[in-house]
């Protein structure tokens, strides 16, 4: 059964950083692309990042380039997401989904709270 | 990057069929086969529905369809069910490599 479980979020201050983990299991992690959607409260789905199964070609959305990197660890079948510069409006359940054109696997979350 | 423009809210009846609309541009739903529809229920994580604009993953019934036309992408549901009650969203591909989800859908089964 394939399984994605987000860790690491919490509460942190304005300007703080943070990192989030997706473990994965039930699949071969090496063989799939994967990503980090995030989803405000109470709003809608905003994909934020994608990185290749070897991790060499990442791409951001515009709304966290220069402040989050993704990084994927394929011996440890781990995804991570850093967050540095936290905004409050970074606020939101993070979560981690696999797959290039579309995202058939996602975790439960992991929330992350931006406040002072 | 902006996001792919979705009706706030649509209704029907039980048995009745609702079509979400899902518009963006050349540069996304129109240029790529990767439009993907997700349902996701209150606390849950979403779920999808539709990959590459028209195709069902195993388990999704076939009275849920998607199709294409120019920039816009929607989603068909016939025979609404009380279960189908729930947020949709629209995914799309984007010319610079990145992926854009549409602003949701809010389905109420009357």
């Known amino acids: 059964e394939v399984q994605l479980v987000e860790s690491g979020g919490g509460l942190v201050q304005p300007g703080g950083s943070l990192r989030l983990s997706c473990a994965a299991s039930?699949?071969?992690?090496?063989?799939?692309?994967m990503n980090w959607v995030r989803q405000a409260p109470g709003k809608g789905l905003e994909w934020i990042s994608y990185i290749t199964r070897s991790g060499d070609t990442i791409y951001y959305a515009d709304s966290v380039k220069g402040r989050f990197i993704i990084s994927r660890d394929n011996a440890k079948n781990s995804l991570y997401l850093q967050m540095n510069s936290l905004r409050a409006e970074d606020t939101a359940l993070y979560y981690c989904a696999r797959g290039y054109g579309a995202y058939a696997y996602w975790g439960q979350g992991t929330l992350v709270t931006v406040s002072s | 990057q902006s996001a792919l423009t979705q009706p706030a809210s649509v209704s029907g009846s039980p048995g009745q069929s609702i079509t979400i609309s899902c518009t963006g541009s050349s540069s996304d739903v129109g240029g790529y086969k990767y439009v993907s529809w997700y349902q996701q229920h209150p606390g849950k994580a979403p779920k999808l529905m539709i990959y590459?604009?028209?195709n069902r993953p195993s388990g999704v019934p076939d009275r849920i369809s998607g199709s294409k036309s120019g920039n816009t992408a929607s989603l068909t549901i016939s025979g609404l069910q009380a279960e189908d009650e729930a947020d949709y969203y629209c995914?799309?591909?984007?010319?610079?490599?990145?992926?854009?989800f549409g602003g949701g859908t809010k389905l109420t089964v009357l």
């Open positions: 590459e604009v028209s």
């Open positions: 995914s799309s591909y984007t010319s610079t490599n990145t992926r854009v």
């Open positions: 039930g699949f071969t992690f090496s063989s799939y692309e």
